[in-house]
């Protein structure tokens, strides 16, 4: 024990060990090798002074024969890192007092920056960050059978992607936020779906979907600008999506057909790389606009100096 180390460690602690036959190699003499169990709880704590405490909830895929299981502790600062492990553990038993609450993990997707929980244009080669919450504790065994922690690419059931191993809890959460980091290798251009499947520790399932767009193209890209609804009476929403994953500038520009500009709107700083930006219809100086067609142009901008790229387009205004 080092009671001077201060820093983090990623806890993890292993089912007991079972006993698996191996093949007969006589009739009288029957062999046997131990393996260890799956992972229980795998996450991140804080060590003060050489010392850490975790508390989380054992999930029902156990293999309840009461015999040791395993603790590793991985611990690491900015100066050092080390290893340490014990087997004085017994796994078995249950808790009849511990209450289910029949709700699955709550499932947010991200693609190579986990703080956009929105992209839709993607790399081949993006990481994808799946963060799940889940009051009673996320199931990260991958031991029940129909219940690993999977996404299914393209409806491809036959072959899901195991993220057991991809999977850790957050920094002293006690197993109840964790993420997935998965990088993807080699996503054939063009659209896909994903849906991603997780359990809690009483086994309750939840899933989400989401649909992206691969293109590897160089720099900034940008698709899917339009407004909706188009025509509108009382106010429109002007929609795009773009690849960055740092912030970009947006700048709209509306237009009566004749070239005159009637209003603009700016937000910078934008990190969404789903972009929704409302607009009510009126000019610069507040004033509604009569029933008629329009012209608008919209602009997005990197921050990070992939580029520029402008899209016009038409709306129609219809008062009633």
């Known amino acids: 024990t080092n009671s001077s180390f201060n820093g983090e460690g990623l806890l993890t602690i292993y089912d007991s060990e079972t006993l698996m036959p191996l093949p007969e190699f ?50 690491y600062n900015a100066n050092t890192d080390g290893l340490s492990f014990s087997k004085n553990i017994i796994i078995g038993g249950t808790d009849s007092t511990a209450v289910n609450d029949n709700i699955g993990p709550v499932i947010k997707v991200a693609f190579d920056n986990p703080d956009q929980t929105d ?9 994808l960050y799946v963060m799940l919450s889940d009051q009673s504790g996320i199931n990260a065994t991958g031991a029940g059978v129909g219940r690993v922690m999977h996404g299914i690419l393209d409806g491809d059931e036959a072959h899901p992607i ?30 896909h779906s994903l849906k991603i499947d997780a359990w809690d520790v009483f086994n309750n399932a939840a899933s ?37 994953s740092e912030p970009v500038a947006i700048k709209i520009r509306i237009y009566s057909v004749t070239g005159r500009l009637i209003n603009q709107i700016e937000r910078k700083n934008v990190n969404e790389r789903n972009i929704r930006i409302p607009w009510d219809g009126r000019d610069s100086d507040g004033n509604l606009l009569a029933s008629g067609v329009y012209l608008y142009k919209v602009t997005i901008t990197s921050t990070s100096g992939s580029g520029s790229k ?11």
């Open 26 to 75: 006589s009739t009288s003499t029957t062999y046997t090798m131990t393996l260890q169990g799956g992972v229980i709880f795998k996450g991140k704590v804080s060590v003060t002074n050489g010392v850490f405490s975790a508390d989380f909830t054992v999930p029902k895929d156990i293999s309840y024969e009461n015999r040791n299981g395993k603790i590793v502790l991985y611990f």
């Open 119 to 127: 992209a839709y244009l993607i790399k081949s080669n993006s990481t």
């Open 162 to 191: 195991d993220f057991t191993n991809y999977y850790s809890g957050d920094l002293n959460t006690g197993g109840k936020t964790g993420k997935v980091i998965y990088q993807f290798d080699g996503l054939a251009a063009g659209e």
């Open 208 to 244: 989400k979907t989401v649909f992206v767009k691969v293109n590897d193209s160089d720099g900034l890209i940008v698709d899917n600008i339009y407004n909706y609804p188009n025509p509108f009476s009382s106010g429109t929403v002007f929609m795009a999506d773009h690849n960055e």
């Open 310 to 320: 402008s899209t016009t387009g038409k709306l129609a205004v219809m008062r009633q």
